[in-house]
């Protein structure tokens, strides 16, 4: 069965750190681009940062210089390292997998609270 | 930066058919997909590549994209289909962008 499993997610500090992890089950995961998405509780879907096969990264605006995406592909995994934490940043943060120009398979989620 | 617009609701009786409109700059010259996300769920993929269904989407739900606008159909909706429904395109200045959002209500 094609999976993914994030976690990491937890209460952080204005100005923390958190890393979220995605586990890849069910599919060859070095083939795929992979990516993170958010959605603040009772909003939208927002894209947040991408990694590609080869490594290239892609970020939203409003993270870069603050987030790191990155992959492990020997251990099926994708990662989020998030810096100097906003409120704004508060939402549930979904792993997905990109394919034919779309998110074919997400994950459930993983909450990130950014509250002093 | 690129922004994808998306009626805030749509109403629909059980059995009827349900347009959801996403409206962008030249849409029409880009991929559209459009996922499905029911209350306390993760997003499902219903429709890629403006027209074409994942594996496992019933035939009633179908896309276009032509112009600035790309629309979901679901033909003979039911019950089940009640959910929010986003619409999303690549763009070169945004990326990976997300519509509004619309909450399909069958009443």
């Known amino acids: 069965e094609v999976q993914l499993v994030e976690s990491g997610g937890g209460l952080v500090q204005p100005g923390g750190s958190l890393r979220l992890s995605c586990a890849a089950s069910?599919?060859?995961?070095?083939?795929?681009?992979m990516h993170w998405v958010r959605q603040p509780t009772g909003k939208g879907l927002e894209w947040v940062s991408g990694v590609g096969t080869a490594g290239d990264t892609y970020y939203q605006v409003s993270v870069k210089g603050r987030f790191t995406i990155s992959r492990e592909n020997a251990k099926h995994s994708l990662y989020l390292q998030m810096n100097s934490l906003r409120a704004g940043d508060t939402a549930v943060y979904y792993c997905a997998r990109f394919s034919d120009d779309s998110f074919d398979i997400w994950g459930q989620g993983t909450m990130v609270t950014v509250s002093s | 930066s690129y922004e994808l617009t998306q009626p805030p609701s749509v109403s629909v009786s059980p059995g009827q058919t349900a347009s959801i409109t996403c409206s962008g700059d030249k849409l029409g010259n880009k991929y559209a997909c459009w996922y499905q996300q029911k209350p306390g769920q993760s997003p499902v993929l219903v429709i890629y590549q403006d027209n074409k269904r994942p594996s496992g989407i019933p035939e009633r739900f179908s896309g276009s994209n032509s112009g600035n606008t790309a629309t979901l159909t679901i033909s003979g909706t039911q019950a089940m289909d009640e959910a929010d429904y986003y619409c999303?395109?690549?763009?070169?200045?945004?990326?990976?962008?997300f519509g509004t959002g619309t909450k399909v209500t069958v009443l």
């Open positions: 069910g599919f060859t995961f070095s083939s795929y681009d």
């Open positions: 999303q395109a690549w763009d070169s200045s945004a990326l990976y962008v």
